[in-house]
């Protein structure tokens, strides 16, 4: 079921398929004073996307199960919502020019507090 939407740009979109990570995720966003969002996967978080308007960020995991990973869901939401910021984390290292432009990455374990402000960064 779909929450209300809130006031436009303070909603960050959480796709995590671990269940701890995305909980502790949600926290670090509520800590930034903005909204969570959570999606297990990216086709949940594709949904959440075509539903909502106040969305101005994406943090999401690449590895993870269903139609497409991290890097592609980054890619998607690049090309059909151009003005949404993209935070992308991995227990991999990934190279540059998988991510899209303006896409920030950190490798897991990522530091709270560097997500924390990159967040708040992001949603200004």
Known sequence: MLEQSSPRGTCVLVVEDEPMLLL???D???DAGLHPL?????DEAIRILEAR??????FTDVRMPGSMDGIRLATAVR?????IKLLVVSGHLINGPELPDGAKFFRKPY????????LRELAA
């Open 28 to 30: 670090i966003v509520e």
């Open 53 to 58: 308007q106040d969305i101005c960020v994406v």
């Open 111 to 118: 530091p709270s507090a560097a997500i924390l402000s990159t």
């Open 79 to 83: 090309e059909r919502w151009p003005p």
């Open 38 to 42: 959570l999606a297990g996967n990216a």
């Open 24 to 26: 502790m995720a949600s």
